[in-house]
């Protein structure tokens, strides 16, 4: 069983930096795609970055891109996401998600989800 647990989130002033990390257990972690999302209050949950199983593919949302770099290390069993120049409309929980052999930018692509760390941005 794949269990999945996010760390790094907190607060930064906007322009500022974090580096989220997804670690995983109880599985081969190098042959899952893995996602991040986030969800800000009253919004619906969206995507924020992607990488293959390999690290050879990587997806990015618009509002992420030259911003949020995704990366990952199979030997460790993490996937990070650094997040530079925030915003406060990057204000959110951040829920890393994993798929076996499988990535994408939909929520009912990926089987297997962290609970989340908050992220909170200050102007």
């Known amino acids: 069983q794949v269990q999945l647990v996010e760390s790094g989130g907190g607060w930064a002033q906007a322009g500022g930096s974090l580096r989220l990390s997804c670690i995983a257990s109880?599985?081969?972690?190098?042959?899952?795609?893995v996602g991040w999302f986030r969800q800000a209050p009253e919004k619906e949950r969206e995507f924020v970055s992607a990488?293959?199983?390999?690290?050879?593919?990587?997806y990015y949302a618009d509002s992420a891109k030259g911003r949020f770099t995704i990366s990952r290390d199979n030997a460790k069993n993490t996937v990070d996401l650094q997040m530079n120049s925030l915003k406060p409309e990057d204000t959110a929980i951040y829920y890393c998600?994993?798929?076996?052999?499988?990535?994408?930018?939909?929520?009912?692509?990926?089987?297997?989800w962290g609970q989340g760390t908050q992220v909170s941005v200050s102007s």
């Open positions: 990488i293959s199983w390999t690290g050879g593919t990587t």
């Open positions: 109880g599985t081969t972690f190098s042959s899952y795609g």
């Open positions: 998600a994993a798929s076996y052999f499988r990535m994408g930018r939909m929520t009912d692509q990926y089987t297997h």
